[in-house]
């Protein structure tokens, strides 16, 4: 029949390319070339007060500035990222992890109170910037009109609790996206394992050990991957908070990037520098959490229940 479908062509790969050049080169144009040009530029001395025309090859110049500790401000803001990262998704897990196990069970209004749940995730994140920096002033802020109940007041934005503040934010905003993933991983993870373990004799401990936590793997190793990724490169809500102050306290490498570029210098050289070094950071990072995780292939669940049998007999 003419015009048949079934044909060679139709499986071809100059036909498939048909299909995929569109994707490719939309990937190209927004991912690949700017990171080309992230990396040249990185490599020059181009500043905003001179003029593209009058960049020069620097080499490795601007990142001996970062690593050697020209630029003061570079190794703090290694440190402050990697204390908020550590804090922020550790709180994001433990919390939403509790969060997608209530939501696991029965509970009364469950729609209403998920609806409430993705409520942060809906809000645009400079609006929540704004919204939390009311919240935490001083003088007329919400919490401290709370805390006055009680006759205490504190700084939230200060030197001694900014960053504590800003983890707080984060935590609020994102800890509705870890539990909701794992709520997801949760929901897929069938019956039957925990009924055989029941009639093993497991507790509720023991379940939660030897067959909850090894089939949500999976799922904990994204969700926390993809946090990760988001905390190394937030920007509009710790902006608008605290614009990294006071003094550098909240000054991520984000923030880094953007004063460093934009803000007072115009040494797009060595912002670019300092973002490349933010990349490296995020891929070391990713690398390091995958080892660490050891992905490896799943234990299946009859062997767990065993497992879980064999201590129970064993306590007898």
Do not use: C
Not at 86 to 114: C, Y
Not at 167 to 174: G, R
Not at 275 to 303: G, S, W, Y
């Amino acid at each position: 029949m003419s015009g048949s479908r079934s044909g060679p062509y139709w499986t071809s790969r100059s036909y498939l390319l048909r299909f995929l050049l569109p994707a490719m080169i939309t990937l190209v144009l927004i991912v690949i070339v700017p990171m080309v040009f992230l990396w040249y530029v990185g490599f020059t001395d181009y500043d905003l007060g001179k003029g593209w025309e009058q960049r020069r090859f620097v080499g490795l110049a601007n990142f001996l500035m970062l690593f050697s500790g020209v630029d003061r401000d570079f190794w703090p803001a290694v440190l402050t990222t990697l204390i908020f990262l550590a804090a922020s998704v550790t709180l994001e897990f433990a919390i939403g992890l509790a969060i997608a196990m209530l939501f696991n069970r029965r509970i009364v209004a469950k729609p209403v109170w998920m609806a409430f749940l993705i409520l942060p995730l809906t809000i645009t994140p400079a609006v929540i910037g704004l919204m939390w920096k009311l919240m935490y002033n001083t003088e007329y802020g919400v919490l401290n009109f709370l805390l006055g109940l009680i006759q205490t007041k504190v700084n939230w934005l200060g030197p001694q609790s900014a960053l504590v503040s800003v983890i707080l934010v984060d935590v609020w905003q994102w800890t509705p996206f870890v539990a909701l993933m794992l709520y997801a991983g949760l929901q897929a993870i069938s019956i039957e394992p925990y009924e055989s373990a029941r009639i093993d004799g497991a507790s509720s401990l023991q379940l939660f050990r030897y067959i909850t936590l090894p089939l949500l793997k999976p799922m904990i190793v994204v969700a926390l991957l993809l946090r990760s990724i988001d905390a190394l490169r937030i920007f509009d809500t710790v902006y608008v908070l605290t614009k990294g102050g006071p003094g550098n306290i909240t000054e991520l490498l984000s923030l880094h990037v953007y004063r460093v570029g934009f803000e007072h210098t115009g040494w797009i050289g060595r912002s670019s520098a300092v973002a490349i070094a933010l990349l490296i950071l995020a891929t070391l990072i990713t690398t390091l959490f995958m080892r660490v995780v050891n992905i490896t292939k799943p234990v299946p669940a009859a062997a767990r229940i065993e497992e879980v049998g064999r201590d129970e007999r064993s306590k007898r």
